[in-house]
């Protein structure tokens, strides 16, 4: 019996773990002078751990990893794990700093009423571009058709990439189309599908990952990407002293807007760090450095004074109320729209 | 019994290791690939009850998927050329360096064989993405290469983002694996036969072609199994350097699991892929045994 119970205990163990938070976000997803900070303020220690995608954070969770406190997952992501009851409602009496938050970004369809999510930061997927480039060779820079349309791309060929992300390329195609990005109209999808297979010979990759790279260094001038990406690659070619300069604009047909949220794990081993942690991030000035590190969107009123001047001025990063209107969170598919979609992306990648 | 007992002890905790890292495995993956996916990732139960008790919730539906629509097979066979060309290749450039390394003097081999196993000692990631640089419009190599076609009048060509450098970089990921296996073949060759051959008025080329070679068999095979399988689900290289026309069967796989959230599918697919790399080797050891006994 004894033996027993010491089992259980091992078990139990991270029950009562050391003043530990595990903290599951994205990369870079987090300023290391506020995790310190936040360490202080606990006396406690963040672990982090990372993904680099929503699904596979959600893969990691259906395959059953446990012992994360904190998880940031996107809108879509966030919908899919309240509706598996994977999450701990968030107890608001802990949370005083919410009041802090536009919103704009509150009630979301994902977590209507936030019962379970906070928004933590945001990022537009967009355009950027060789600003040089784009000049010299008389191309546009607020439309989507620059990546879609051969007129333009004839210009541009092999110097072109597009993520790697059925859901955002289908979401830009269908926003060039004037269709919502949340359309699931399968003839939509088609028309969408053939946009996408005219327009492939011209781009050189399906990239969500090197891209910064190649366009600091001038490999790639045009490419479809996360606005916190396009900063990192704009500040990168600025620091490396490159006669060009990277710019990034939300397209006028509209954009995707992707709401990251912290969420408590239902299986979290200290939901009272978690809360603590949710509340502290929430403070202007700590929820600032994020933005100011990697220029994400930040939906927290009281980080603007914080901000800088340059990234808040940016109507790509902080959109104003009529490029606002025209941003759209990407929704979960079902399964059944899950697969028509799959068998197309993969018809685009093959063919 | 007894006798054997000694055998069995050595053998057992390999065996063991097998039975559960890979038997048990794949005997899981093949389950998942009868199964239905679940709602959002993962898969759905095994067995679904109502008012009559419970039922068996099975399908075939992802091998019907794959024979559906010959999309996927021919993602196979764009793979398998893919992993056939690599083969050739690495045996290629493999061979003249494992007989150079094995015929140098003794005191130099271990640090020749070192030297290929170097590179094993930074990451692979490191290394695809070296081969990014390389690649790159902006490098020095393409400067190089399209300076040279220029001459010919032949327009710069891309390397990068191209399924040539995707197979470039497999070759190279994979040329150890086909030295070491060569080497340590070639290595344990008895001089005395090549100057029995020569004492019998065979040339150089006959030499090598009819002692050499036929002695240097089982390394070819154990190299071009090391080389032609890995390949075979590789995911990484085309990932990154394969541009919109060098997508492999692997990224095929990884794509059902993280972004389609197909488990079964994704299952089925790789184990149809374990299947087609069975066939293929087996038909190939089987041929190879068949001429092999037919030789004698």
Known sequence: ?351 | MAKNFGKWLISGPPVLYLVVFFVIPTCIMVLASFRYAGEYGGLAPIFLHDASGAHLNLTLESYREFFSDFIYSWLFIKTLIYALVTTFFCLLTAYPLALLIARSASKYRDLLVLLVILPFWSNFLIRIYAWMILLGPQSAFSAALNGFLGIFGVGPVRLLFTPFAVVLCLIYVQLPFMVLPLYANLEKHDPALLDAAQDLGANGWQRFWRVTFPLSLPGIYAGIALVFIPVLGIFAVPDILGGTRGIMIGNLIKQEFLEARDWPFGSALSIMLTIGAMIIVGGAALVARRRGRGDV
């Not at chain 1, 139990?12 to 300023?31: K, Q, S, V």
């Not at chain 1, 997952?73 to 802990?94: E, F």
């Not at chain 1, 604009?249 to 603590?276: C, F, Q, T, W």
């Open chain 1, 1 to 351: 019996m004894n033996r027993l119970f010491f089992l259980l205990c091992l078990v139990a163990m991270p029950g009562f773990a050391a003043d530990e938070l595990h903290l599951y976000n994205w990369n870079n997803y987090i300023a290391p002078e506020t995790v310190d900070r936040f360490e202080a303020y606990c006396k406690c220690k963040v672990i982090q751990d990372y993904y680099s995608d929503n699904e596979e954070l959600l893969a990691k969770l259906a395959a059953g990893a446990k012992g994360y406190d904190i998880l940031v997952p996107t809108g879509n992501a966030l919908a899919s794990l309240v509706r598996q009851g994977a999450l701990l409602p968030l107890d608001k009496r802990l949370i005083p700093n919410l009041k802090n938050i536009n919103p704009a970004y509150l009630n979301t369809p994902f977590d209507p009423g936030n019962r379970y999510s906070v928004p933590y930061a945001y990022t537009t997927t967009l355009i950027g571009y060789n600003v040089e480039k784009m000049k010299r060779l008389g191309l546009p820079t607020d439309t989507w058709a620059v990546i879609f349309d051969p007129k333009y791309l004839a210009r541009v060929k092999g110097r072109v990439t597009v993520l790697d992300s059925q859901r955002e390329l289908m979401a830009a195609a269908l926003k060039y189309l004037g269709y919502s990005a949340n359309d699931t109209v399968e003839a939509h999808w088609y028309r969408a599908e053939q946009v996408i297979l005219r327009a492939k010979p011209y781009w050189a990759a399906f990239n969500s990952s090197s891209y910064i790279k190649e366009l600091t260094v001038g490999n790639i001038w045009l490419v479809h990407g996360y606005s916190n990406d396009m900063f990192q690659a704009q500040s990168d070619a600025k620091a490396a002293r490159r006669k060009f300069t990277i710019g990034f604009s939300i397209p006028k047909e509209g954009a995707v807007l992707a709401l990251d949220n912290m969420v408590i794990h239902k299986y979290a081993p200290r939901p009272d760090l978690a809360h603590k942690f949710i509340n502290f991030m929430l403070d202007g000035k700590n929820s600032s450095e994020l933005t100011n590190m990697i220029g994400s969107g930040n939906p927290n009123l009281a980080a603007l004074k914080y901000i800088n001047p340059e990234i808040a001025s940016n109507p790509a990063i902080f959109p104003g109320k009529k490029e606002l209107g025209k941003l759209e969170m990407l929704q979960d598919l079902n399964m059944e729209q899950r697969r028509v979609l799959n068998r197309l992306w993969i018809k685009i990648k093959i063919e």
